[in-house]
Nanobody, 121 residues
Framework: QVQLVESGGGLVQAGGSLRLSCAAS????????MAWFRQAPGKEREFVAA????????SYADSVKGRFTISRDNIRNTVYLRMGSLKPEDAAIYYC??????????????WGQGTQVTVSS
């Protein structure tokens, strides 16, 4: 069973940047698409970004396009989310997710525990 652990969350001013990391243990990520989701208080969990097994294909929610970048390092078994030009509405718990497919199709096999991102205005 692959376990996912997110890190890199914290408090940042609006307009600032953060890089989240998601490290896997107990298995390899290299055959699977990965995704990031977020959940703000009182809202449903929403898709943020996804990346294919090789990193050759990425997709983003419209709300973060041009500001966030998802990437992966299959040697380090880690996925990243670089977040720039952060807005107060980006504040949420960010979750890493392991897909059960090589390309992201929306189905998730396992989740990380989440990391909190707070954006001050």
């Amino acid at each position: 069973q692959v376990q996912l652990v997110e890190s890199g969350g914290g408090l940042v001013q609006a307009g600032g940047s953060l890089r989240l990391s998601c490290a896997a243990s107990g298995g390899t990520l290299s055959n699977s698409a990965m995704a990031w989701f977020r959940q703000a208080p009182g809202k449903e969990r929403e898709f943020v970004a996804a990346i294919s097994w090789s990193g050759g294909s990425t997709s983003y929610a419209d709300s973060v396009k041009g500001r966030f970048t998802i990437s992966r390092d299959n040697i380090r078994n880690t996925v990243y989310l670089r977040m720039g030009s952060l807005k107060p509405e980006d504040a949420a718990i960010y979750y890493c997710a392991l897909s059960d497919q090589a390309w992201y199709t929306g189905t998730i096999r396992s989740w990380g525990q989440g990391t909190q991102v707070t954006v001050s205005s």
